[in-house]
């Protein structure tokens, strides 16, 4: 079965960081896609970043430009997201999903993992 594992989320306090990551397995992990979203209360889920086995990745969401970093490890078939200068507005709960190629649009992803929730405090 298709597993996908996020952890690392928690409270911070705005300015911090954090690194989220996502341990995948039951499937090969060089043949997909490892996305980044997250969702906050009310509103839609929205892409964040997106990384392929080979090391290209594709930042999906603006602000997350130059704070957030997508990277893996293959021979751990992990993901994850380096969190820097997190803010109020980055509160979500942050989930890793499996993709055929980036894509912003969540639809794209056929496996989610279970979410991680991230609080960043004023």
């Known amino acids: 079965d298709v597993q996908l594992q996020a952890s690392g989320g928690g409270l911070v306090q705005a300015g911090e960081s954090l690194r989220l990551s996502c341990v995948a397995s039951g499937f090969k992990f060089d043949d997909y896609v490892i996305g980044w979203f997250r969702q906050a209360p009310g509103k839609e889920r929205e892409g964040v970043q997106c990384?392929?086995?080979?090391?290209?990745?594709?930042n999906l969401l603006q602000s997350a430009k130059g704070r957030f970093t997508i990277s893996s490890d293959n021979e751990k078939n992990t993901v994850y997201l380096q969190m820097n200068n997190l803010k109020p507005e980055d509160s979500a709960v942050y989930y890793c999903?499996?993709?055929?190629?980036?894509?912003?649009?969540?639809?794209?992803?056929?496996?989610w993992g279970q979410g991680t929730l991230v609080t960043v405090s004023s």
């Open positions: 999903a499996k993709g055929p190629f980036c894509a912003h649009y969540h639809g794209t992803y056929t496996d």
């Open positions: 990384i392929s086995s080979t090391g290209g990745s594709g």
